[in-house]
T-cell receptor
Framework: DGGITQSPKYLFRKEGQNVTLSCEQNLNHDAMYWYRQDPGQGLRLIYYSQIVNDFQKGDIAEGYSVSREKKESFPLTVTSAQKNPTAFYLC???????????FGPGTRLTVT | GENVEQHPSTLSVQEGDSAVIKCTYSDSASNYFPWYKQELGKRPQLIIDIRSNVGEKKDQRIAVTLNKTAKHFSLHITETQPEDSAVYFCAASKSGGGADGLTFGKGTHLIIQP
């Protein structure tokens, strides 16, 4: 999982601003995922992508958008439409035809 | 969609004793069940997983059991050590190679008492 990077580690934004979180992997994994984690909660799936130029909504996609223009990159945009954006955001990836998902270090987003 | 319930939310055991965390899932099509360990402020780390064609899997002090009929699976940690203190998450997926997302339980905070 050392091959998955997320930046920045901490991010602060004002309410009403869009913000983009970076996720890069050099593991040659085909699938990539975004999860959100709130205190005392499990991880919830926002979006996932199995191949380049294709992605699917997860359980809580409203207020978020993604792109997958390159295999190694899967950025997440938190839009102003997301009502409660403050959370810990985790990116993950998995190899083709495998179920195991490996996580990046996360980005803690605070919106005030 | 899938729903995963995890119990207990907090578990305190004496060092050296065993710990058991239980999860149930709702979708009988789920066929992949990983367990993750997360230390404070860190990323979740995959510690063990099991697929639906297997009833039990063991890796040193950690084991996972799966009961497909009852739709529940459990994590067993024997001879607990201080470094086992963390939050543990169970999850379920229908992927089987399709690389779908995971549905997570809400986590168990395991505390190892010295």
């Amino acid at each position: 999982d050392g091959g998955i990077t997320q930046s920045p580690k901490y991010l602060f934004r004002k309410e009403g601003q869009n913000v983009t979180l970076s996720c890069e992997q050099n593991l040659n994994h085909d699938a990539m995922y975004w999860y959100r984690q709130d205190p005392g909660q499990g991880l919830r799936l926002i979006y996932y992508s199995q191949i380049v130029n294709d992605f699917q909504k997860g359980d809580i996609a409203e207020g978020y958008s993604v792109s997958r223009e390159k295999k190694e990159s899967f950025p997440l945009t938190v839009t102003s439409a997301q009502k409660n954006p403050t959370a810990f955001y985790l990116c993950a990836s998995s190899p083709r035809d495998r179920s195991e998902q490996y996580f990046g270090p996360g980005t803690r987003l605070t919106v005030t | 969609g899938e729903n995963v319930e995890q119990h207990p939310s907090t578990l305190s055991v004496q060092e050296g004793d065993s710990a058991v965390i239980k999860c149930t899932y709702s979708d009988s099509a789920s066929n992949y069940f990983p367990w993750y360990k997360q230390e404070l402020g860190k990323r979740p780390q995959l510690i063990i997983d099991i697929r639906s064609n297997v009833g039990e899997k063991k890796d040193q002090r950690i084991a996972v059991t799966l009961n497909k009929t009852a739709k529940h699976f459990s994590l067993h940690i024997t001879e607990t050590q201080p470094e086992d203190s963390a939050v543990y998450f169970c999850a379920a997926s229908k992927s089987g190679g399709g690389a779908d997302g995971l549905t997570f339980g809400k986590g168990t905070h395991l505390i190892i008492q010295p």
